[in-house]
């Protein structure tokens, strides 16, 4: 069964909480329960992307409660902090791990470990199904899902409020501790199930899987092998220019159609010249149905930009979102207004009542961990846009420097995952350093651009299709996959396959 | 000039202040303001070895004074802590770091950045000089010394006091810290020299050396090569059997003569029996030339353990401490008591006026850098003697972990650097994944035991001599070399240089 696309569900189940006055938490909290799915199930704000408004999920197929029992839950006494010895670091925390040992074949066959990374959201029933996962029985594999620090049930200080009330608290969120938190939990298994000669495979998508190649790269000795699935581990500052993510998006809307891709563009000054008219804002709020009434022509235009960049990133089939949104833009009849086309183009994609396009507040911003994570590591530098793009020149960025400062009272420290885990050079370092690491990725998905898309060395390796998007490979096989997914698909399970019989001539 | 040891004059230098009633903490820091030297100049107490209070140095060529002024002493502004973002872990504190550019060449060439990498103790003048840093004018490299947090001038918190004043204070105050320091000084001065494209090379010998070769396996973006001299980083619990060390310094002392090994072995209970009668303890003060009058026999005997273990570890030439200890305990006329043999064989090594032989106190060690290390991450299992060596079968291992509870009144975490850098099966690993590390070892040295002493792969290998001490091959070449200690620098410096014109082709 392959899973289809529920893009408008998510904006739908957004906007029927909408007379509530804590809407934005509510709506917050609600984007993380139904992001349960391998892969991203919202846009990471990696340099500022946004996330969380609107996200989206996946539909997956429903395990069966007789399968479900197969997945025990455990929590693991994790430590606080990996890296210092200040009393206050020996704290621990119940971290969350999910176990399926049915196909399990014990040590003696060094049969392999497979070890699902959990990215930004809670580890739930929806994580358990994907192409590796699939293929446990055949290979008699343990198979283990564990959730990152900070989200879920994975709360150091005993609850998501004290976990989240400050700095101090939030500090030891960061990928180095989630990194040695994977370590110690990985370490702990293979002794408990007599495994430590099982060769064990770390994969994930997006987040996830910037966190599975580096694991690779800094626990060889834990990890054999690692799939990293859209993960934009050259996306930072020092490495890409500047709004190149948006640039694949425009790409996008303008291969499915120039004259969609012209109306976008010019529709920003419509909306600004519009909202900046006293009786504007009255006007666009009722022309995009929007719930509440608009504060500023910003928050409209925050909102076409982020639905057009989730399209973009999530532009899979069966839908095709981008198709979907330039279809209605363009089908209207000759004449029609540019702003009743981009109306007609969100409509058709998110079809919903009414539109919420209230920004986030700063309140509900000081209680996500992935805002967090934004201003302190993976802020990088923020998109802006240029002529080259279809957005806007003054294009807001998910969250700034000051805005960060302002929510956590202390600044980013940007040049630390390049100085930890290689920038520029990274690709000609690996050449002749590691190995044993996929890199996938769709070349729709915008953050391709911070992917590797060339193969590195004989066993660090890149596989992508131009018509992919985010995280799209880590699906089941589907009889309904086309022909460049499926093959993509096999590519991947064809190296992880490799790497566990060249284990076995090796170790056993 | 061949830095003949010093052996005696350490001792000598901490006699002399016997009469002061703050003896040990003086003598203590008599000692680190003694430690200039390339490798370690006092046994490091991984696994609970002794350090410090017999420490010793080597002598080095003096430089002049215009050579002098070719070594700038700098501080980089470091971050107090590199893997959390609590505010407090913002702080920063002077780290001091010295930069040699006389026979730098600047970029263009990707001329190479030599990274003297200081251990536990002072950078200073005694460190500049290597075979490493001989090399530079040929190179045209930079040279570079990294002193290590919390040692010499880098304190955090802006003294010694307050640095090593509380548990939560000293905290900050680990390898995995050190080497993110060591990550930030040379990108900053990559960048500062544009010599990005530059080829770094670490090295450094003992701890130092764990640290360059783990420098490297981490960060092989930011260093293309690691040399690690003496540098026992498979020494931990669940790599080695315990007591390998004392194995190989019986084995030192019974190459040297069987004899000898047989007096040492038999003393043990002769001091034990003497020491338990109510004159005893006053019998063996005399008889031992003790500074002061003996509280145990205990004391003694582990006064003795580590004298002879210090000369097994420093056993180089031209003195050869071991056969200067059995040649006196041999070379009395037979029918000689035991004891005074064994006096005989410290006295003629040592040669002082009387002998220190009082423990240090808890107040000395709670100031003592080294000993939080040993008490948080390098402790592993204490050395417990066994038939197999000459050693007393109650030997006293350095520390105790209830002694590193009553201390810092915080646990040891004795697991994390084996998960952190592997393993049991760390040479496994590194025959598929990383490249360009030297190994080299004297298994002469006790700490062999923990070193890698066969080649892993093409380019991470091992070097060793039957003959060799700790770091020895670390001193500049001199004509007074023996062949074999030549041969071994001239080794690694044909294998360091390879790297370099790998580099060069690779890269330019």
């Known amino acids: 069964m392959y899973p289809s696309f529920r893009y408008r569900e998510t904006q739908k189940e957004m906007g029927s909480f909408n007379g509530v006055s804590s809407v934005l938490l509510l709506s917050w909290l609600l984007v993380l329960l139904l992001c349960t799915e391998e892969c991203l199930s919202r846009i990471p704000s990696l340099l500022g992307r946004p996330r969380g408004r609107y996200g989206r999920t996946h539909r997956h197929p429903s395990l069966s409660p007789s399968t479900l029992k197969d997945f025990q839950t455990l929590y693991y006494d994790q430590t606080?902090?990996?890296?210092?010895?200040?009393?206050?670091?020996?704290?621990?925390?119940?971290?969350?791990?999910?176990?399926?040992?049915?196909?399990?074949?014990?040590?003696?066959?060094?049969?392999?470990?497979?070890?699902?990374?959990?990215g930004e959201w809670d580890l739930t029933e929806g994580d358990y199904t994907n192409i590796v996962a699939d293929i446990a029985p055949q290979y008699q594999a343990l198979l283990v899902y564990i959730e990152h620090r900070y989200y879920g049930?994975?709360?150091?200080?005993?609850?998501?409020?004290?976990?989240?009330?400050?700095?101090?608290?939030?500090?030891?969120?960061?990928?180095?501790?989630?990194?040695?938190?994977?370590?110690?939990?990985?370490?702990?298994?293979?002794?408990?199930?007599?495994?430590?000669?099982?060769?064990?495979?770390?994969?994930?998508?997006?987040?996830?899987?910037?966190?599975?190649?580096?694991?690779?790269?800094?626990?060889?000795?834990?990890?054999?092998?690692?799939?990293?699935?859209?993960?934009?581990?050259?996306?930072?500052?020092?490495?890409?220019?500047?709004?190149?993510?948006?640039?694949?998006?425009?790409?996008?809307?303008?291969?499915?159609?120039?004259?969609c891709y012209n109306t976008i563009k010019e529709s920003w000054a419509i909306i600004d010249k519009i909202g900046s008219h006293p009786k504007g804002l009255k006007y666009l709020s009722k022309k995009f149905k929007t719930c509440s009434r608009l504060n500023t022509s910003e928050d409209l235009r925050d909102f076409l930009c982020y639905t057009f960049e989730e399209a973009a990133q999530y532009d899979a089939p069966p839908d095709y979102p981008v198709n979907t949104i330039c279809n209605a833009i363009d089908g209207l009849p000759p004449g029609t207004e540019f702003l009743t086309r981009i109306f007609a183009g969100i409509n058709a994609t998110l079809s919903l009542g009414c539109y919420n396009t209230t920004p986030e507040t700063d309140a509900s911003l000081k209680m996500d961990p992935w805002t967090w994570q934004a201003c302190t590591e993976l802020m990088g530098s923020n998109g802006q846009s240029t002529n080259v793009t279809m957005f806007p020149q003054n294009y807001r960025p998910y969250i700034s420097a000051d805005q960060c400062m302002s929510l956590f009272g202390i600044p980013e420290r940007p040049h630390w995952l390049v100085t930890?885990?290689?920038?520029?050079?990274?690709?000609?370092?690996?050449?002749?350093?590691?190995?044993?690491?996929?890199?996938?990725?769709?070349?729709?998905?915008?953050?391709?651009?911070?992917?590797?898309?060339?193969?590195?060395?004989?066993?660090?390796?890149?596989?992508?299709?131009?018509?992919?998007?985010?995280?799209?490979?880590m699906?089941?096989?589907?009889?309904?996959?086309?022909?460049?997914?499926?093959?993509?698909?096999?590519?991947?399970?064809?190296?992880?396959?490799?790497?566990m019989k060249e284990y076995h001539a090796v170790w056993t």
Not at 85 to 92: D, K, L, N, Q, V
Not at 487 to 498: D, N, P, T, W
């Open 475 to 499: 699906y089941s096989l589907s009889p309904n996959d086309p022909d460049w997914l499926a093959s993509q698909k096999k590519k991947i399970l064809h190296i992880i396959e490799g790497w």
């Open 420 to 473: 930890e885990f290689g920038g520029q050079d990274i690709k000609l370092i690996l050449k002749r350093f590691g190995s044993n690491i996929i890199f996938s990725n769709g070349l729709r998905d915008p953050y391709s651009v911070g992917g590797v898309l060339e193969d590195i060395s004989d066993s660090i390796v890149a596989i992508k299709t131009t018509q992919g998007s985010h995280c799209l490979d």
């Open 80 to 118: 606080l902090d990996h890296f210092n010895y200040r009393p206050e670091s020996y704290t621990t925390f119940r971290q969350k791990y999910v176990v399926n040992s049915k196909y399990w074949n014990g040590s003696n066959n060094s049969s392999p470990i497979f070890v699902y990374i959990v």
């Open 153 to 259: 049930e994975s709360l150091p200080f005993g609850s998501r409020k004290e976990a989240y009330r400050n700095a101090s608290n939030f500090g030891y969120l960061s990928i180095d501790q989630a990194l040695a938190d994977l370590a110690e939990i990985i370490t702990y298994l293979r002794k408990n199930y007599s495994a430590e000669h099982c060769p064990v495979i770390v994969y994930g998508g997006s987040y996830a899987g910037m966190l599975a190649s580096w694991f690779r790269l800094k626990y060889p000795h834990i990890a054999m092998g690692a799939w990293a699935s859209s993960a934009p581990i050259l996306d930072f500052s020092d490495i890409n220019p500047r709004d190149e993510y948006n640039t694949i998006v425009t790409k996008d809307f303008r291969e499915a159609s120039e004259d």
